[in-house]
């Protein structure tokens, strides 16, 4: 359930930016002096949601978390046959004028984690990667990715994302290191 609409920050609304624009240009900064032809302007507000549901499991967005830990918010997209791990800070409806269906898609604000050339283990060698159905991967510790990169975007639909995934810290190594693994079903 959504709470009232909520003033989205200049984050979020940069990446709904790109993500309207990113197949042709839709919409345009409020305070753009020359804005493009047929465009318009880029909603301010958003309903803002305190959960979803992905995969029957329950999302819970780090800026909705109530144990400000990152636990259920950590999730898998597969673009282009590659994975990606994020944090969701973000889950909201946004209603924008000009875009169809807008105030029906339930979006994502992702915060995507930096992947690692580690392993956990001495051995250069991923033990885990025999096992691809276990989706275990390693990401460096507290890094993310520069979230205009647009590789993976900031923004996406929820229904676009592919499972929740479980998230620990391994300490023994140096550098320490995130690892994931799955709990796609």
């Avoid at 197949?23 to 020359?34: A, G, S, T």
């Avoid at 590789?151 to 190594?173: A, F, K, N």
Wanted: glycine share 4%; charged share 25%; net charge neutral.
């Amino acid at each position: 359930i959504a709470d009232k609409a909520e003033k989205l920050d200049d984050f979020i609304r940069r990446g709904l930016y790109s993500y309207y624009n990113k197949d042709q240009r839709r919409v345009h900064y409020p305070m753009d002096q020359n804005p493009a032809p047929n465009t318009s302007p880029l909603a301010s507000h958003a309903e803002i949601y305190n959960f979803a549901l992905l995969d029957g499991r329950r999302i819970t967005p780090t800026s909705r978390s109530s144990r400000n830990t990152a636990g259920s918010s950590i999730v898998q997209a597969r673009i282009a046959n590659k994975r990606y791990a994020g944090e969701i800070r973000s889950i909201f409806v946004h209603r924008q004028p000009g875009v169809p269906d807008s105030s029906e898609t339930l979006l994502a604000s992702i915060a995507w984690m930096k992947r690692s050339d580690y392993t956990p283990l001495d051995n250069p060698v991923f033990i885990w990667d025999r096992f691809p159905e276990l989706g275990v991967e390693t990401w460096e510790l507290n890094q993310f990715v520069d979230p205009l990169s647009h590789d993976p975007p900031m923004i996406m639909h929820l229904r676009d994302l592919h499972c929740q995934l479980s998230r620990g810290t391994v300490t023994h190594t140096v550098p320490n290191m995130w690892i994931t693994a799955t709990m796609d079903r």
